[in-house]
């Protein structure tokens, strides 16, 4: 079935770092992937969002391309600072299988030390 | 406008009994999806509604069931409650069922079970 593999955290970075957090999917046909964040306490947020091959999704700064030929959808910021400070989730829509709902992975802790 | 609500926001029941727990989508939007999150892993899909049908359901048992009202607002219904049942439930809507729409999260509701 339809999967999605992300890379354990917890991640810990200083400000301004640069931020990668790797995502790889498994999945039949051609999905719609998705960066959603979890602020402590809260529930899901969509960050950024890509529906075919080749896109870039972008928000906050925050950036992720979809590339079809590695099933990878990393996601990255230049520049990260004390409020990103949240849970990061990758996760795919397939229509074909799965009737529209969202498939996520495991989630990566992220920390950003001033 | 209001978002997506949850109530209870927590609560915790035994072994054995029975909860419901309810969910109001945005205005508009008529199509719910119920989402089980456990400790550190990602949310796990258990069903969506749409025009008060089922659309989908996930990997859970029977004891899992769910249903949509008149005014798209939705409960879920857990029976026999075990002890891994202990999660964060999410619920959230989307303007239509069939086709890709952002899914917008409400806070969930914290079970415990002891």
């Known amino acids: 079935g339809d999967s999605v593999t992300q890379m354990e955290g917890p991640v810990t970075l200083s400000e301004e770092a640069f931020l990668t957090i790797n995502c790889t999917y498994t999945?039949?046909?051609?999905?719609?992937l998705f960066w959603y964040v979890q602020y402590p306490g809260e529930g899901l947020q969509l960050l950024l969002k890509?529906?075919?091959?080749?896109d870039k999704g972008s928000n906050k700064g925050f950036e992720a391309t979809y590339r079809k030929e590695t099933t990878s959808f990393h996601l990255e910021k230049g520049s990260v600072q004390v409020s990103d400070s949240a849970v990061y989730f990758c996760?795919?829509?397939?229509?074909?299988?799965?009737?529209?709902?969202?498939?996520f992975g495991k989630g990566t802790k992220l920390s950003v030390k001033p | 406008d209001a978002g997506v609500t949850q109530s209870p926001t927590h609560l915790i029941k035994t072994r054995g009994q029975h909860v419901t727990l309810r969910c109001s989508p945005i205005?508009?939007?008529?199509?719910v999806s119920w989402y089980q999150q456990v400790l550190g892993q990602g949310p796990q899909f258990i069903f969506q509604y749409y025009e008060k049908e089922e659309r989908g359901r996930g990997n859970f048992p029977d004891r899992f069931s769910a249903r949509q009202f008149p005014n798209y607002s939705s409960e879920l219904n857990v029976n026999a409650l075990l002890l891994g049942d202990s999660a964060l439930y999410l619920c959230?809507?989307?303007?239509?069922?069939?086709?890709?729409?952002?899914?917008?999260f409400g806070p969930g509701t914290r079970l415990t079970v002891l």
């Open positions: 999945a039949t046909g051609y999905p719609s």
């Open positions: 205005s508009g939007h008529k199509s």
């Open positions: 890509a529906t075919k091959a080749d």
């Open positions: 996760a795919l829509m397939n229509y074909g299988g799965s009737q529209g709902n969202l498939i």
């Open positions: 959230a809507s989307t303007l239509q069922g069939a086709d890709y729409n952002e899914q917008f």
